[in-house]
């Protein structure tokens, strides 16, 4: 975890007077709050879309990123003020190796408009629970106290991207500054969540000689088809059926990592394993199906990411 300078964090139930975290919420394992902080609500996407502000010729402009999306809304401790709350973070992501893609401060923000540009961005954020005070932090972009940053740092599974902004509170918290904390992480969308219908192989079939099919799954350098790919191996067989003069090809495919000789053992051990499951457990004459492994000669995508590499690793009928 970046440390700031922390405070234990409590587990309580939430309180009207913002001195209290909300229940079950926790500091982001990759930076903590400022000493003394109180986490008022936090949220979490699994898989999403957020904007943040980067430098273009000096002007904020948003970026749209995607990934594993976290937030964050604490009230600082009573009396600091929000440009020594900003500055503590900023310090700490630098320290950490994050590099700035676009800040200001106060006075500085002003005139390219940045508290007008990020006034939605706790209004569009995931919370566990709707708020008028998150949804206020920037209000409609004229908040006192106002400073923004937006960082990011590459790192082995990608690009880690954090902003901040404070604002100073009104009323009850006056003297409380406001933070608004989001964190991207890189995340990879769980694939092979969709079975392809027994009319769409059969059309894909006539239409294009083939069709790629991402149901049929198996585990990492292995050859034993995994239990949730039996609704696909169904719609193969039933389009096999609707078709009883079709004769096809069973293609096993995989990414680039590996060798490539022992890749194209495991391709056709798993195409060999496709073609033994249609035809014990679903009937399919032998005589109607082939098997054969191409490993990575045939791929659909770069294999220098993990999205390519994914749209790579498939199962194929091919017409004979």
């Known amino acids: 975890m970046l440390t700031l300078v922390l405070s234990p964090v409590a587990f309580s139930v939430h309180a009207a007077d913002f001195n209290i975290d909300y229940k079950g919420s926790a500091d982001h394992p990759l930076v903590s709050r400022y000493k003394g902080s109180v986490l008022y609500m936090t949220g979490e996407e699994r898989l999403a879309q957020a904007p943040v502000l980067v430098a273009v010729k000096d002007q904020p402009v948003p970026k749209t990123v995607e990934g594993r999306i976290s937030n964050r809304w604490y009230l600082s401790p009573k009396g600091v003020t929000a440009l020594e709350v900003y500055r503590n973070y900023r310090q700490a992501l630098s320290s950490a190796g994050y590099e700035v893609l676009y800040a200001c401060e106060l006075a500085q923000c002003e ?18 629970k709707g708020d008028a005070h998150i949804d206020s932090t920037f209000n409609s972009g004229n908040q006192p106290g106002f400073s923004y940053f937006s960082m990011s740092k590459t790192g082995p599974e990608g690009v880690t991207y954090i902003q901040l902004g404070t604002s100073t509170g009104s009323g ?10 989001q964190i991207i992480e890189p995340q990879q969308m769980q694939s092979n969540m969709v079975t392809v219908g027994a009319r769409t192989i059969g059309d894909g079939l006539q239409r294009d000689g083939k069709i790629a099919l991402y149901g049929v799954l198996f585990d990492t350098n292995k050859a034993e088809i995994r239990e949730p790919s039996a609704a696909q191996l169904k719609e193969m067989a039933d389009a096999l059926k609707a ?40 009937g399919i004459a032998a005589e109607r199906l082939n098997a054969r492994g191409v490993a990575s000669l045939a791929p659909v995508a770069s294999n220098a990411a993990e999205a390519g590499k994914s749209r790579n690793r498939r199962v194929e009928m091919v017409v004979r």
């Open 172 to 181: 009850s918290l006056a003297d409380r500054t406001r933070v608004f904390l």
């Open 111 to 128: 005139k390219p408009d940045t508290q007008d540009k990020v006034k939605e961005f706790p209004r569009k954020a995931r919370w566990v």
């Open 243 to 282: 078709s009883p003069k079709l004769k096809v090809y069973i293609v096993g495919h995989t990414d680039s990592d590996g060798d490539l000789e022992a890749n194209l053992a495991l391709s056709q051990k798993r195409a060999q394993a496709v073609v033994a499951a249609l035809t014990k457990t679903y």
